[in-house]
């Protein structure tokens, strides 16, 4: 299963990501979504959508994309939400999901800084892909593209999308 993982597009979807989203089976992105238009570009690509909204989408979005999301993916428990904080110390609610659904993988968005990490204490995998929008105080701008097989994430690796817009 092929993963295509973006967050924080923040309203901008580059084209230059199209190509890495078209050839994934699944496309998961971890809020701060920024419009209906990227969401509907999203939905328009040939793999299957995962997508939560962020604390910038408007009511709209946030009717159309829940907070959180826990799915199956090839034997892989996934968590998706927005803001979860970083290992080990993860807010309230998200050590409420972690406890009740004890996924493999958690991802999450929200800081805008790429972060894998193993979280022994929960034993699942910790993933935030970025942003991939202009907006934010990132430099680079990147999402990861990985595979899961058996359960288990498997040729992880980040792509660099170039620098990001103006603030």
């Given at each position: 299963?092929?993963i295509?993982l973006?967050s ?20 998961w992105?971890?809020g ?5 238009e990227?969401?509907?570009q ?16 408007n ?8 907070e ?37 993988i ?12 193993h ?6 995998l910790?993933?935030?892909?970025g ?11 990147t ?14 690796r ?7 817009g103006i603030l």
């Open positions: 299963m092929k295509a973006l924080d597009t923040h309203g901008y979807l580059d084209k230059a990501i199209l190509k890495y989203l078209t050839t994934a089976d699944e496309i992105h971890a701060d979504i920024g419009s209906k990227v969401l509907e999203l939905q328009e690509l040939p793999g299957k959508i995962k997508i939560v909204h962020g604390n910038i989408d009511q709209q979005l946030r009717l159309m994309a829940p959180n999301q826990v799915f199956e993916t090839s034997g892989a428990k996934i968590l998706l939400t927005h803001i979860a904080g970083t290992p080990p110390r993860y807010n309230k609610k998200v050590k409420v999901l972690i406890e009740k659904h004890r996924p493999d958690l991802v999450c968005g929200h800081s805008h800084i790429l972060k894998v990490k979280d022994t204490h929960y034993n699942l910790y993933i935030n892909p942003a991939c929008g202009n907006h934010g105080f990132h430099k680079m701008r999402i990861i593209l990985f595979e899961i097989t058996n359960a288990k994430p498997i040729n992880m980040v792509i660099e999308l170039g620098k990001r």
